[in-house]
């Protein structure tokens, strides 16, 4: 992607500043500690299934439950809409299928980090990986291109994403920015 596309995308994206988050797209960005960022350009919606999967991860005290201890402490600032299952989608989870739901209801884009779970919607609704924030935190002059990168290679240990697709395309598109 060229750096026009990818501004013409920035652009289209922050022009709703309502974004539907499943629970992996939270723990990956309670795993990096960028809430807080995120929340100063985005309106979080999630339903309350995603708080309920928060709080199981939550229990534990290995990486993902204290990134989701991390997203918990800014519950109060998200969104919370019930979601009606209109279309179920066959292979994946019950949550997953509450928050395309809602994404869709909404016309929002879905922010997701499972892979599996973003093919089975493609070409149904916009979907984006969470560390497309990054990039948008970047352009927006709310974090160094640096301190980005830094972050990405954070997430990639955290999450196990070595030569993941995610990983792979989010740092090509921050070496891509002149900021």
Not at 40 to 65: N, P
Not at 82 to 92: G, P, R
Not at 113 to 122: L, T, V, W, Y
Not at 146 to 158: H, T, V, Y
Request: aromatic share 8%; net charge neutral; no cysteine.
């Amino acid at each position: 992607m060229n750096q026009l596309d990818m501004a013409l995308k920035l652009e289209k994206i922050s022009e709703k500043n309502e974004y539907v988050f499943d629970t992996s797209a939270l723990i990956s960005l309670g795993a990096i500690d960028i809430i807080d960022s995120v929340l100063k350009l985005a309106r979080i919606v999630i339903t309350s299934s995603v708080i309920s999967e928060l709080e199981e991860f939550a229990k534990y005290d290995d990486k993902f439950g204290k990134a989701s201890k991390e997203v918990l402490k800014h519950k109060e600032k998200f969104i919370v809409k019930k979601a009606e299952v209109k279309e179920s989608i066959k292979y994946i989870e019950e949550t997953d299928n509450e928050v395309y739901n809602l994404a869709k209801e909404l016309s929002s884009t879905l922010i997701t980090d499972d892979i599996k779970f973003s093919r089975h919607i493609d070409r149904k609704i916009n979907t984006q990986f969470s560390i497309f924030f990054l990039i948008l935190l970047v352009s927006s002059g709310n974090l160094s291109k640096e301190k980005a990168l830094e972050l990405l290679e954070k997430l990639r240990d955290i999450r196990n994403w070595r030569s993941n697709l995610i990983y792979l395309t989010v740092k090509d598109q921050l070496g891509n920015l002149n900021k």
